[in-house]
T-cell receptor, first 114, second 115 residues
């Protein structure tokens, strides 16, 4: 049971380049999330997917797109990277149908945009 | 929208001593959940403890316990008998029981454990 996996672990991009962050979970969870973590600001929600086939914007969606490829996989795409997107990105998943939203997190991707 | 405030960016504690991390939140809901997550240097987010708002009894997990004051909208984490492995960033998080099911995180408290 790997839980939530993310690739890559580290990435350096130049301004204007594009890339996709991959996330997969093996816990059969319906809901998946993408967060960014910046110093002094905690985790902020970028996008989430409550179930396969649906996606919704979170607090900071500008500059990002997502794809819920299937129940297991949820990718985050930066079409034209900007230095303001330098951050640590976390993917998470959770069950639906339970009373509380305990989220399980991946190990994170440290992204630097030059 | 809910907000979560952690007013202590950094805290330190002597090994074997007790430390309390503070968290306050703002909400108009009556039914919700609160979490404390730990993030060690490995960056992996780990759930420490969970509290249901409808329960008056404070949650405990081994050396970790909370002081939940619903009227004051306060949710502090107490770590007893602190160990070196407790050194980490700690995040308080609010879980709305509504359909959106989003977690709102505080800005975190960096805990240092001194030997």
């Amino acid at each position: 049971n790997a839980g939530v996996t993310q690739t890559p672990k580290f990435q350096v991009l130049k301004t204007g380049q594009s890339m996709t962050l991959q996330c997969a979970q093996d816990m059969n969870h319906n809901s998946m999330y993408w967060y960014r973590q910046d110093p002094g600001m905690g985790l902020r929600l970028i996008y989430y997917s409550a179930s396969e086939g649906t996606t919704d914007k979170g607090e900071v969606p500008n500059g990002y797109n997502v794809s819920r490829l299937n129940k297991r996989e949820f990718s985050l795409r930066l079409e034209s990277a900007a230095p303001s997107q330098t951050s640590v990105y976390f993917c998470a998943s959770s069950e639906t149908g339970v009373s509380y939203n305990e989220q399980f997190f991946g190990p994170g991707t440290r992204l630097t945009v030059l | 929208a809910q907000t979560v405030t952690q007013s202590q960016p950094e805290m330190s504690v002597q090994e074997a001593e007790t430390v309390t991390l503070s968290c306050t939140y703002d909400t108009s809901e009556s039914d919700y959940y609160l979490f404390w997550y730990k993030q060690p240097p490995s960056r992996q987010m780990i759930l420490v403890i969970r509290q249901e708002a409808y329960k008056q009894q404070n949650a405990t997990e081994n050396r970790f316990s909370v002081n939940f004051q619903k009227a004051a909208k306060s949710f502090s984490l107490k770590i007893s008998d602190s160990q070196l492995g407790d050194a980490a960033m700690y995040f308080c998080a609010y879980d709305s029981s509504g359909s959106a099911r989003q977690l709102t995180f505080g800005s975190g408290t960096q805990l240092t454990v001194l030997p």
